[in-house]
């Protein structure tokens, strides 16, 4: 099979919050099928750099630092996209953040903000790629990054698994408004993976030793396993594929 379908090549993708973890591998992986990619951070520099080690790989790589809750900041960076000639035709919503806590204690403050950047930002990122991409009338694509608690909850992180369960159903409704102008609009949910936001959890004995023994894989996901589901969901090879969420953990959710 010749791997043309799955070529990236002049396309502009978009992935919020990739200054590092998943979002850095999946700007990367993107990058390394053809794409140039537009690296994503709430700080000029970290995305900046994040950029530029993707350049020195020889990759086609910018910045643009914005923060994806501010509706404001999300307006006047497409204002940016639109002035520059970028025209986004790959969207990854991944930008996310977590709070762990039990809900009796939890503040509305601390539920909010991560609402707002892991769900909210979502819709808000996700309408202005897509009405620039209807507008264009050459399709697009959009991943927006859930998670295991997409479909099961654990206990301490209430807003998160909200906000992921969220990620699942908007991806539907993206699907629903814009499939018709040829958009996909689809979701990855990764496993447990190696990721600074996770470090917390992989540094716990017991937690390493439950993630360990839950998964059938028997292991934590590294960032660029993801890499794979990304491109397909970014290419041509899923042009009919709408509104559904591919899991990559290592087989968590197909066991008891
Ligand atoms: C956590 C969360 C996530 C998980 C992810 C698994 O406690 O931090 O459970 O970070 O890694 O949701 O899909």
């Known amino acids: 099979m010749s791997t043309a379908l799955f070529d990236l090549t002049g396309r502009t993708a978009l992935i919020t919050g990739s200054a590092r973890g998943i979002g850095l591998a999946l700007a990367q992986g993107l990058a390394q099928s053809g794409a140039r990619v537009i690296v994503n951070g709430r700080q000029a520099g970290s995305s900046e750099a994040a950029a530029s080690g993707l350049r020195a790989m020889g990759l086609q790589a910018q910045s643009a630092a914005f923060d994806v809750a501010d509706a404001a900041a999300v307006e006047a960076a497409f204002a940016g996209f639109d002035a520059a000639g970028l025209e986004i035709d790959i969207l990854i919503n991944n930008a996310g953040i977590q709070h762990r806590q039990p809900m009796l204690d939890l503040a509305l403050a601390d539920w909010q903000r991560v609402i707002d950047t892991n769900l909210t930002a979502a819709f808000l990122v996700g309408r202005e790629a897509a009405r620039r991409m209807i507008a264009r009338q050459r399709?697009?694509?959009?991943?927006n990054i859930g998670s295991l608690t997409s479909e099961a909850a654990r206990a301490t992180v209430a807003?998160?698994?909200?906000?992921?369960?969220?990620?699942?159903?908007l991806s539907r409704s993206m699907a629903a408004e814009w499939a018709q102008f040829d958009i996909q609009a689809n979701a990855?949910?990764?496993?447990?993976?190696?990721?600074d936001m996770n470090q917390a959890l992989v540094d716990n004995p017991q937690f390493d030793a439950?993630?360990?023994?839950?998964?059938?894989?028997?292991?934590?996901?590294?960032?660029?396993?993801?890499?794979?589901?990304?491109?397909?969901?970014?290419?041509?090879?899923?042009?009919?594929?709408?509104?559904?969420?591919?899991?990559?953990?290592?087989?968590?959710?197909?066991?008891?």
């Open 139 to 143: 399709g697009g694509k959009i991943i």
């Open 159 to 169: 807003p998160y698994t909200a906000a992921k369960g969220g990620i699942k159903l």
């Open 188 to 195: 990855i949910g990764p496993g447990y993976i190696l990721t």
């Open 210 to 256: 439950w993630v360990k023994a839950s998964n059938p894989a028997q292991r934590w996901g590294r960032p660029e396993e993801l890499v794979g589901a990304a491109v397909f969901l970014a290419s041509k090879a899923s042009g009919y594929v709408n509104g559904q969420i591919i899991y990559v953990d290592g087989g968590w959710l197909a066991v008891l």
